[in-house]
């Protein structure tokens, strides 16, 4: 086991009394780095604490500003005793996620691993879109930080997936695909323009 995972794995067991951070300053790679929330103005900082949640593997549904002691776990870890972290979280997601979503739409930016966790269900399903980058998962994360920094910039709130492509038409070339099946999301297909 190498040093760094050894002193990961240490500060796993110290969450309790740990010092904590705001998650828009805890989570950070590709995606991360593409929002680039530091650099977002005033209004659109404010729309990125009320219109992001992060799917957290050890804390459930996070917002940008809420306070979090730094960690490592991946949602695609079988912990013993609790088996399979997206089986684990499916149920205690879907209530504060449906909630949270209210009448505006899902945008969704989570990996596989990530989406296992939760996927809308019912009317809200109707209004569920995954971002679809093909090519390099560097890219993909890449890229999906970008929308998600897209839709933080703009004051408009859109009810409807059709609307997100006039939203991201002038940065990306957008397709959008209707869902395969009842209860599956919309695709809409992202590359930078």
């Known amino acids: 086991m190498s040093p760094n995972l ?5 500060r796993n067991t110290r969450l309790h009394d740990a ?44 917002r940008m500003t809420d306070r979090l002691a730094p960690y490592r776990l991946s949602m695609a870890v079988n912990l013993p005793g609790t088996g399979p972290l997206a ?29 296992a966790a939760w996927a809308p269900s019912g009317r809200l399903a109707e209004r ?18 970008l929308v998600a920094r897209a839709l ?5 709130d859109p009810r409807r997936p059709a609307a997100l492509l006039d939203l991201l038409m002038p940065a990306f070339e957008v397709a959008l695909h209707e869902p395969s099946r009842t209860g599956a999301p919309w695709t809409l297909d992202v590359q930078p323009a």
């Not at 050894?6 to 240490?10: H, K, S, V």
């Not at 933080?152 to 408009?156: G, K």
Request: proline share 5%; hydrophobic share 40%.
């Open 6 to 10: 050894t002193d990961e794995i240490g």
């Open 19 to 62: 010092p904590t951070l705001p998650a828009r300053d805890l989570y950070t790679g590709v995606l991360y780095d593409a929002l680039d929330l530091g650099s977002l103005d005033a209004a659109s900082s404010r729309r990125a604490g009320s219109r992001l949640r992060v799917v957290s593997a050890l804390y459930g549904s996070v």
């Open 87 to 115: 089986s684990f979280w499916r149920p205690l997601l879907d209530p504060v996620l449906s909630a949270e979503a209210g009448r505006g739409l899902v945008v969704d930016c989570r990996s596989s691993t990530y989406a």
């Open 128 to 145: 569920w879109v995954q971002v679809r980058v093909p090519g390099a998962t560097h890219m993909a994360k890449h890229t999906r930080g």
């Open 152 to 156: 933080c910039q703009t004051s408009a």
